[in-house]
């Protein structure tokens, strides 16, 4: 292994969402499977502090870290290809960037020199690149690089990736470029002219890419990859071609057959081997090959970007493959839920989950989907507002407090079965302020949780600001909802179940953030356990009935 870390940037040119993130997971991916010791970051160009404030359908979900980092949503493929949590240090923003050197500047440290791009932000990005290289923990350290090349928000970034490969010296820093090769079906026509002038525009800055990754539909010939190395200064091993898959999970092995590691690892004078990637595989297979279908009902309100609830969706893929059954997800818009079409829209499903969010808007469609499913025994999972919803669907159907709610919603709520958290009452600033990050969880014995967890204590990542409300919880659990998971020391409740439903859980945390390839999370293996015997019990029930 190298005793100094190494850095592979990876930036993008001509279109954004061509799959950076994936790109770089799926090479991580394969290095770590040789032995070398591999994380990701990624360096967003936008001046929001960080992804905390951002609305869903700006930018999808805002992934937790361990730490309390509220980040960008890349990190979760990070972690879920590399097995390998993400801290604050993976994420970093023109906002962060700032920031710190404003404040540095407010305390005098640049001795009244005038501050600029060159050189206080450009070394404060390349401070914050190699925070992670200087840990000691890391032999590889890829940064993804944010939006376009040209893009002039992305301009200090380029400029530090530059400075630092000067830095760096020779084998131990290289530039992967991603691009898109596009088809243009009138002409029939493969087209290298946007990856040429992409090249260009990043050698007008400075930086010379060392190998070109070409996004594509179609499979690009020899001639093609040769007249790709002549324009844009790369050898013709270092054109790689990355094709649409069906997964993104079929990606390591397509970069593996196209030779990404190995010309990686050339460039950075490191030793390649054969990866070992027989678990991968194995995953994928079983994700390939179901024995049988069902389908979860996704509740949520913003279904129509699905990057709102990525890591969900993910950990449905993953606790699938264990279970060998290919989860189909039913999105389903909370806002147009009533009682009028609850039937109609639910009667079909082998499970429920409702979704995170915040706010009021589709909350009472939420409601109405939890009673349904509570009613008809059909497994339900409530995520973070999902468990609270749950809660209140409870509280006024069953325990009879009619106008029971949650004071996020109806801040003079008689009834505040949910309600703001103690320590958030005097927060103003929203930003970074929520309770984040990994917090512990006693469950009690004999639950259905303890039993899936197998374990008495576990730790999950948290994002929010209401709870339930301790006030109520004997009245609740007198009803027959039970808290089964505490916060051993403020006593929050953090998980409820109802044991005389066939698989009710509502929790107040979020298990989507640590589901993985390699582990796929316990909570969604059992979920999607009970919603395949719930098919099944549905089907031998037609048959009987036949």
């Not at 609830?309 to 993910?314: A, G, V």
Request: aromatic residues 8%; contains cysteine; charged residues 25%.
């Amino acid at each position: 292994m190298s005793t100094t870390a190494k850095y592979i940037f990876v930036t993008g040119g001509v279109t954004s969402s061509l799959g950076k993130g994936i790109i770089a997971a799926s090479l991580a991916k394969l290095l770590q499977a040789q032995g070398y010791r591999v994380t990701i970051q990624k360096l967003d160009p936008y001046i929001n502090v960080d992804p905390g404030t951002l609305n869903p359908y700006e930018h999808g979900e805002c992934y937790v870290t361990e730490d309390g980092a509220e980040t960008d949503l890349d990190l979760g493929h990070y972690e879920r290809f590399l097995n390998v949590p993400t801290s604050q240090a993976n994420n970093v923003t023109t906002g962060r960037i700032y920031q710190s050197v404003i404040d540095k500047e407010r305390k005098g440290e640049f001795l009244g020199k005038t501050v600029q791009v060159i050189p206080h932000i450009t070394d404060e990005i390349k401070h914050r690149i190699q925070l992670l290289g200087k840990s000691g923990d890391y032999d590889i350290i890829i940064t993804e690089i944010g939006g376009t090349v040209g893009d002039i928000e992305s301009l200090p970034y380029i400029e530090a990736v530059r400075q630092l490969r000067w830095d760096l010296g020779d084998n131990n820093g290289i530039v992967i470029h991603l691009t898109l090769v596009p088809y243009l079906s009138a002409a029939g026509e493969l087209k290298t002219k946007p990856t040429q002038h992409s090249v260009k525009t990043l050698m007008e800055s400075g930086v010379m890419a060392d190998i070109l990754v070409c996004r594509t539909e179609h499979n690009l010939p020899g001639d093609l990859r040769r007249k790709l190395a002549l324009f844009c200064n790369v050898r013709e091993e270092a054109v790689i071609q990355s094709i649409d898959a069906s997964t993104i999970y079929d990606v390591p092995n397509l970069m593996l057959k196209e030779g990404l590691d190995k010309v990686v690892l050339k460039k950075l004078a490191l030793k390649s081997s054969a990866p070992d990637i027989k678990k991968w595989n194995q995953f994928l297979f079983k994700h390939k090959n179901p024995k049988t279908e069902i389908t979860i009902g996704l509740i949520g309100k913003y279904v129509e970007l699905q990057d709102s609830y990525k890591s969900i969706l993910e950990s449905f893929i993953h606790a699938g493959a264990a279970n060998e059954v290919k989860v189909n997800i039913e999105s389903i818009h909370s806002e147009y839920l009533n009682d009028d079409n609850i039937k109609l829209k639910l009667c079909h499903l082998d499970g429920v989950l409702v979704a995170p969010g915040f706010g009021e808007r589709g909350v009472e469609g939420k409601i109405n989907a939890v009673r349904y499913v509570r009613e008809n025994n059909v497994p339900f999972l409530g995520i973070c507002l999902g468990m609270q919803m749950a809660v209140i669907e409870f509280a006024r159907n069953v325990v009879g407090i009619a106008n029971a709610n949650s004071t996020e919603m109806d801040p003079n709520t008689p009834n505040p079965i949910i309600d703001l958290m103690e320590d958030q009452k005097t927060i103003t600033r929203k930003g970074g302020t929520m309770r984040l990050g990994a917090w512990d969880c006693e469950l009690k014995s004999g639950s259905l949780m303890s039993k899936i967890y197998k374990n008495d204590i576990i730790r999950e990542r948290h994002r929010h600001r209401y709870e339930f409300n301790g006030a109520y919880k004997a009245q609740m659990e007198a009803a027959g909802m039970l808290a089964t998971g505490l916060n051993p020391d403020t006593g929050l409740v953090e998980i409820i179940e109802i044991p005389s439903h066939p698989w009710f859980v509502g929790v107040q945390y979020h298990p989507e953030y640590k589901s993985t390839v390699a582990n796929p999370h316990p909570l969604f293996v059992a979920f999607i356990k009970a919603a395949l015997a719930y098919y099944k019990n549905k089907k031998s029930a037609k048959v009987s009935k036949s």
